[in-house]
């Protein structure tokens, strides 16, 4: 709860994202530094296609959605952003932090299709970083002549994060994943999905993705996946 009640509004959510990341451990920092994330929204039965007509003429769209698990965890004023290795305290508007007042969250992802399926509209994109079941609030049309400003300044946040190295030990090479699922897990684990400074080559990390259980372990500027296995529910 804030300090002040000044204002409430009621939002709805208008649709569900299906995703591969089906928890927040492993999911990307940032939309599109893992083209091979591929969501699906769907949007809730009261939304007909004409709601999406126009749509699929644009080649990226905002996605406004709710934070949805991290609502429990509350806000802060100040948050360490990964970037920053987690040694400095950021205000939370000057973040993308989940930590934020209203919980709300923005990215601009690459569409791939608009779909209607026995009239439900289901939107495809590339490069998702949202967890599986988040509630999206809004869609909107990105456009290029009005918003992209490649060359302004981004304060702390400069350019892609250093990428790991990642190895597939014998045995995780065994476990019969198809070949964009294997290059969705391994770029997933080159992002780092490592707490900012966390350097514990012995411990093993745990991550559920795409229907699988994936165990790695990450030494210097290397992730070892060691073994992987679906998921059992
Ligand atoms: N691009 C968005 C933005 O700027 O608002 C999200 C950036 S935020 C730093 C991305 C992280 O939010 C992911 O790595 C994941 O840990 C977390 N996340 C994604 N979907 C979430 C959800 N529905 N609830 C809570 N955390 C979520």
Redesign the pocket.
């Known amino acids: 709860m804030f300090r002040k009640a000044i204002m409430q509004h009621l939002v709805q959510s208008i649709g569900t994202v299906s995703s591969p ?1 089906t928890q ?2 492993g ?5 599109q530094l893992v083209a091979q994330a591929r969501i699906c929204i769907t949007l809730n039965a009261e939304f007909s296609a004409d709601c999406v007509r126009g749509l699929d003429g644009f080649e990226y769209i905002w996605v406004q ?6 609502v429990q965890e509350g806000w802060s004023e100040m948050v360490r952003p990964p970037r920053l290795g987690g040694k400095k305290k950021m205000g939370v508007f000057a973040t ?3 930590h934020r007042p209203n919980h ?4 601009l992802l690459p569409l791939e299709r608009v779909e209607i399926v026995n009239g439900q509209v289901r939107i495809w994109c590339s490069g998702g ?3 599986d ?3 999206v609030l809004d869609i909107k049309p990105y456009i290029p002549f009005v918003e992209a400003k490649p060359d302004a300044r981004a304060g702390f946040v400069q350019g892609a994060p250093e990428l790991l190295k990642v190895v597939w030990q014998a045995a995780a090479q065994q476990c019969g994943l198809d070949a964009e699922t294997q290059l969705l897990i391994e770029s997933s684990i080159a992002q780092d999905p490592r707490p900012a400074y966390q350097n514990l080559p012995e411990r093993v990390y745990g991550m559920e993705i795409a229907g699988w259980n994936v165990h790695f372990r990450i030494v210097d500027k290397t992730a070892y996946i060691e073994g992987c296995a679906p998921c059992k529910s």
Not at 104 to 107: A, I, R, Y
């Open positions: 990341y927040k451990f999911i990307p920092r940032q939309p959605f709710l934070f949805h698990d991290a993308r932090s989940p709300l969250g923005l990215s970083d949202l967890l079941g988040t509630p």
